[in-house]
Every structure is written in structure tokens, then in C-alpha cells.
């Protein structure tokens, strides 16, 4: 079965420094992953994904995310953190069966304090 | 690219009401459609997802049902809503590889 874990319920960041957000899966088979925001009462919003290629993969509002199959991780990166990145970001794997449903992840709340 | 539309955006409803939310989508035909449900703002929960019209899947058994009457519409509902009914809902579709999602509506039931 596939899986995906995000293993920081919270990640504290100053504004202007470095960001990581963990995410590590479980699936049978190569992934296709994807990192999602979400801001208080909204849905969730795409940033980016990894489906095949190169192992580093740019997105939206400025981030990015670095697929290593050996780790079996795909941590979200972003080179200087801003207030307005303060969200719930989510972690995401496509299960291949007849729903192509994803799996999301738990979530890890970001606070960018300035 | 695809548009999702929720409403209502907030109900408040009390224990035992019947429930209706609905979803539509725009710009696409044919999606395959995703109810899920957040709780206590964090994890997600998909309930049901259809891949064609009158074709539903539940994923977890329990008070609600979806039906899908149009291709592009998608239904969620409860006879009688219990307490733990309450949560943000979204609605979904995937389009090139990529779950978009609707803005979500919001239900406690008190």
C-alpha cells in the first residue's frame, strides 16, 4: 500500500533564511509526487510535482523540491523564507488503481516569523 | 484548465438535518471527481471519488453518500448528521497529472 509521511507537525523558519519541509513515501513502483498548500479556510493549492525527469523540481511562489529515490524522500526547499509562506503544506503520492486517487500526507504547518 | 466550484461555503446545521453539498467543475469533461474531508484543520480524508456518471467509490464507510447525476457535478450528502459530521470539505479533479481542488465548504453541526 502507499504511504506518505511528514514527520514535523511544525517547522519554525526566520524569515529570510532556508526552509525544509520532510516528506517521505512508500509505494510500489515509481511515484508521483506532489507538494500542495493551503491557507487558513481554502482549498488546497498545487506548487509543484515530480513525475519523472530531473531530480530537482521547480514550482510555484518560488519553491522547489528535490525527489531522491534512495531516501525514498521528497522534502519541499525554498532558498529564503517569507512571512507569506506561512501554511499547511501537504505531501502527496498517486495511487495507480482505477481512482488514480492521491495520498496525502499528514500535513506540517510552516511559521515564517519575521 | 479546470475550475471547481463549492457551495454553500459555510452551513451550520443541527445534529439529525439532512445535508447537501454540492460540486461542480468547470473546463473539463469526463473527470474523475474526489470528495475529501479535513478535520480539526490538518489531515485529509477522502470519502468518495467517482470516475463517471452514477459510478461512486466510498473509501471509509459512514454517515454520508455522494451520488454524481451530471459529469460534472458531484454530490455530497447525509440523511441525519451526527456531531462528528463537522469539518471542511473539498471537492477535487484531476486534470494533467495534477488534483485540483474547490475552495471547500465549511459544516458544524451543533
Known amino acids: 500500500a502507499q504511504s506518505v509521511a511528514q514527520p514535523e507537525d511544525q517547522v519554525n523558519v526566520a524569515e529570510g533564511n532556508p526552509l525544509t519541509v520532510k516528506c517521505t513515501y512508500s509505494?510500489?513502483?515509481?511515484?508521483?509526487l506532489f507538494w500542495y498548500v493551503q491557507y487558513p479556510n481554502r482549498g488546497l493549492q498545487f506548487l509543484l510535482k515530480?513525475?519523472?525527469?530531473?531530480?530537482l523540481v521547480k514550482g510555484s511562489y518560488g519553491f522547489e523540491a528535490e525527489f531522491n529515490k534512495s531516501q525514498t524522500s521528497f522534502h519541499l526547499k525554498k532558498p529564503s523564507a517569507l512571512v507569506s509562506d506561512s501554511a499547511l503544506y501537504f505531501c502527496?503520492?498517486?495511487?495507480?488503481?482505477?481512482?488514480?486517487?492521491?495520498?496525502f500526507g499528514g500535513g506540517t504547518r510552516l511559521m515564517v516569523k519575521p | 484548465s479546470q475550475t471547481i466550484h463549492q457551495w454553500p461555503a459555510t452551513l451550520v446545521q443541527p445534529v439529525g438535518s439532512p445535508l447537501s453539498l454540492e460540486c461542480t467543475v468547470e473546463?473539463?469533461?469526463?473527470?474523475?471527481l474526489y470528495w475529501y474531508r479535513q478535520a480539526a484543520g490538518r489531515g485529509l480524508q477522502l470519502l468518495f471519488y467517482s470516475i463517471g456518471i452514477g459510478q461512486i467509490s466510498s473509501e471509509v464507510p459512514q454517515n454520508l453518500s455522494a451520488s454524481r447525476p451530471q459529469d460534472r457535478q458531484f454530490i455530497l450528502s447525509s440523511k441525519k448528521l451526527l456531531l462528528s459530521d463537522s469539518g471542511f470539505y473539498l471537492c477535487a479533479c484531476v486534470g494533467a497529472n495534477v488534483l485540483t481542488f474547490g475552495a471547500g465548504s465549511r459544516l458544524t453541526v451543533l
Open positions: 509505494v510500489s513502483g515509481n511515484p508521483y
Open positions: 502527496a503520492v498517486r495511487v495507480f488503481d482505477a481512482g488514480n486517487m492521491l495520498t
Open positions: 473546463g473539463t469533461s469526463n473527470p474523475n
Open positions: 515530480y513525475i519523472t525527469g530531473d531530480n
